[in-house]
């Protein structure tokens, strides 16, 4: 199995491209990224991030060749294609602030990746987040099944992790679903989020739960406020689970922005809902029952997605 990881001389990138390669199921990892010229010298990201992380493999016990370049050539047969190529935001900024200059990083990655991989799965993880897996996906010309964007299990990672502080639980047992758009107006499902199978409603406080679901959906940027970046190790850490559930074909059930075509009354939008991933790529879209008030707040999630898809197709038009 060959999995290509494009930005990967990035932090996200690299990230992921270790990750799957401790996890060892895969023979190869593809690291692609640009050079980079600084005065008269020219710096290769990918080549010296894959040296570096392949030089762990006698530590940390694992056989996945790491293989850095910048020649897309070296991605040919690529059983899966994880895009991290772009910008990331700084303090101040939107996600959206993003659209224009990741747009075009997206797309001229993918119809490199798909040149040389015609088969391949993609993952987008570049921002803004559903609305580069929409590009990538148009411009691959693929079946939906098999492009799909990465931030619902970021997103639920976060939740979990705040959830589990709280309760002072492990975050292993907690369970969560979460919906909508890679933006502040993401949907978090205290509904659907359980401690080993109890509603976690029972065991908090509404107003702390309301807190932490409002922590969570700021939570990229409470990290670009710590950074002066946005995060990646567990954006990396999301995109390898997504990646192994495809390879070794797990059936895992996972929130990913994936095309709607009518799903939860959504047409034409790719936005975070919770599917079954496997070989292949997406086997099902699941719709689960949401209340009114769920339902108001995926709908304003949807307005907020199709308006920056929208402010895309005016700059395609431009
Ligand atoms: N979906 C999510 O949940 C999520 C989480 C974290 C970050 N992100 C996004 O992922 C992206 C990468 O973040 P990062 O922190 O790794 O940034 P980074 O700057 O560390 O890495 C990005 C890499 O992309 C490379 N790149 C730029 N143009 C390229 C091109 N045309 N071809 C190949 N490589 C190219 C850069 O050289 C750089 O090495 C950002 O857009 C960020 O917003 C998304
Ligand atoms: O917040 C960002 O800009 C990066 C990413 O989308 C995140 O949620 O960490």
């Not at 894959?50 to 293989?67: K, M, N, S």
Request: proline share 4%.
């Amino acid at each position: 199995m060959k999995v290509t990881v494009v930005g990967a001389g990035g932090n996200v990138g690299s990230t992921v491209a270790l990750a799957i390669a401790e996890r060892d199921y895969a023979k190869e990892v593809v690291m692609v990224d640009i050079e980079k010229e600084e005065g008269d010298k020219t710096f290769y990201p990918s080549k010296g991030r894959a040296l570096d992380q392949w030089e762990t493999a006698p530590i940390l016990g694992f056989d996945t060749r790491l293989v850095g370049t910048v020649n897309y050539e070296d991605t040919k047969g690529s059983d899966v294609c994880v895009i991290t190529a772009g910008v990331p935001r700084k303090p101040g900024m939107s996600r959206d602030d993003l659209l224009e200059i990741n747009s075009n990083i997206v797309r001229t990655v993918t119809e490199e990746l798909v040149k040389y991989s015609p088969d391949t799965i993609i993952v987008v993880v570049s921002n803004p987040l559903d609305v580069m897996t929409y590009v990538a996906h148009a411009t691959s010309g693929f079946d939906s099944s098999r492009v799909m964007g990465m931030a619902g299990i970021l997103d639920t990672a976060r939740f979990r992790a705040f959830l589990a502080e709280e309760l002072n639980v492990s975050p292993k047992d907690i369970q969560s679903l979460l919906m909508g758009g890679h933006g502040d107006t993401m949907v978090p499902l205290p509904r659907y989020t359980t401690v080993s199978g109890i509603p976690v409603t029972q065991l908090i406080d509404s107003d702390k739960l309301d807190a932490i679901v409002d922590r969570t959906k700021k939570g990229g940027g409470e990290l670009v406020g710590l950074m002066g970046t946005s995060a990646w190790y567990a954006p990396g850490a999301a995109a390898a689970q997504m990646v192994e559930a495809i390879i070794l074909d797990q059936n895992r059930i996972f929130p990913c922005a994936v095309q709607l075509n009518g799903e939860y009354g959504i047409n034409d939008l790719f936005l975070g809902v919770p599917v079954k991933l496997g070989k292949g790529g997406i086997k099902e879209i699941i719709e689960v029952d949401l209340d009114d008030s769920e339902t108001e707040l995926l709908r304003a999630s949807e307005k907020a997605v199709r308006s920056t898809l929208e402010d895309f197709k005016k700059l395609m038009d431009k």
